[in-house]
């Protein structure tokens, strides 16, 4: 079983909408959550950290749920340049090593 | 502050012959690290070094071959390319959680290498 699960999509939406992905993770004992964002051809970059008490940056909500071993990502108002690969990561219980999804695709449509 | 830069950036190889992937960083990381990343499997962790002089394997370390040459400069090694070899290459680095205190501890990205092995 893969460290880090997640839907690959795609997802297409027109802009304007909300969406959201989920992703699980399968170590309980995982120390640390994040989401990246990969263009097309480009690295990965750090899109936000994910908090158990929840975070917002802008129009991007993160989510914990430690109970369930589950991670999600709202991006709400989609705009035309949120279109990428969004990935889940968590790391292992001493926070040294990184699992990461296999990402899902995202397109905002006009 | 170039951040994390990889050379070469594509590569070509036939079967059996040997490469070094270069990576350096000038954020003056401790933790240092190299991934593939493939089609339907996401990023996988090949080796990673938590400090200068220590190297660790990850997921997939059969074949490579790391060396953390001091605390800028991590290169990976193929010393016998084989087909299934052929990826993008990514390096990062990050600080040690216990440096940071937090274990929040973002990864940068080096540029990739795509390495073709025929």
């Known amino acids: 079983r893969k460290e880090v699960e997640q839907d690959p999509g795609p997802f297409n939406v027109p802009e304007g909408a909300t969406v959201a992905f989920n992703c699980t993770y399968s170590n309980s004992a995982s120390q640390s959550f994040f989401w990246y964002r990969q263009d097309c051809r480009k690295e990965p970059k750090l899109l936000m950290s994910?908090?158990?008490s929840g975070n917002e940056d802008g129009r991007f909500t993160a989510q914990l749920n430690r109970a369930s071993q589950y991670i999600s990502l709202l991006i709400r108002d989609s705009k035309l340049s949120d279109s990428a690969t969004y990935l889940c990561?968590?790391?292992?219980?001493?926070?040294?090593?990184?699992?990461f999804g296999t990402g899902t695709s995202l397109t905002v449509i006009p | 502050n170039a951040g994390v830069t990889q050379t070469p950036k594509f590569q070509v190889l036939k079967t059996g012959q040997s490469m070094t992937l270069q990576c350096a960083q000038d954020?003056?990381?401790?933790?240092m690290y190299w991934y593939r990343q493939d089609p339907g499997m996401g990023l996988r962790l090949i080796y990673y070094?938590?400090?200068?002089?220590?190297?660790d394997k990850g997921e997939v370390p059969n074949g490579y071959n790391v060396s953390r040459l001091n605390k800028r400069e991590f290169s990976l090694r193929l010393e016998s390319a084989a087909p299934s070899q052929t990826s993008v290459y990514f390096c990062?680095?990050?600080?040690?959680?216990?440096?940071?205190?937090?274990?929040?501890?973002?990864?940068?990205f080096g540029p990739g290498t795509r390495l073709t092995v025929l």
């Open positions: 990561v968590a790391s292992n219980p001493t926070g040294n090593q990184f699992y």
């Open positions: 070094s938590a400090s200068e002089g220590t190297t």
């Open positions: 954020m003056n990381h401790n933790s």
């Open positions: 994910v908090y158990s």
């Open positions: 990062a680095s990050s600080e040690s959680p216990e440096n940071r205190g937090s274990s929040y501890n973002e990864q940068f």
